[in-house]
């Protein structure tokens, strides 16, 4: 019969897992950075909605003052 291997575990050095240890905590910043970034967005959205109301509002309230004045004289 023949012996099994034994396998060694790869050797882990401190420089090598500080580099993985930044590696990871980078990724997670940018993650963090894209979420805040899309929550942001989806606020400007919303915003930019609310501000298009307001402007149709606005014209729709000059509008109905001008025809109310159009048709005042205008019997």
């Known amino acids: 019969m023949t012996e099994p291997r034994r396998t060694s575990e790869p050797f882990a050095c401190a420089p090598a897992l500080r580099l993985e240890a930044?590696?990871?905590?980078?990724?997670l910043h940018v993650e963090t950075l894209n979420a805040r970034l899309d929550r942001l967005?989806?606020?400007?959205?919303r915003m930019e909605?609310?501000?298009?109301?307001?402007v149709y509002g606005v014209v729709g309230v000059i509008l109905a003052q001008a025809i109310d004045g159009i048709l005042q004289v205008a019997p």
Not at 22 to 27: F, G, P, V
Not at 41 to 45: D, P, S, T, Y
Not at 49 to 54: A, D, P, S
């Open 49 to 54: 909605k609310r501000l298009w109301l307001t």
């Open 22 to 27: 930044h590696e990871r905590l980078s990724t």
């Open 41 to 45: 967005e989806a606020l400007m959205e």
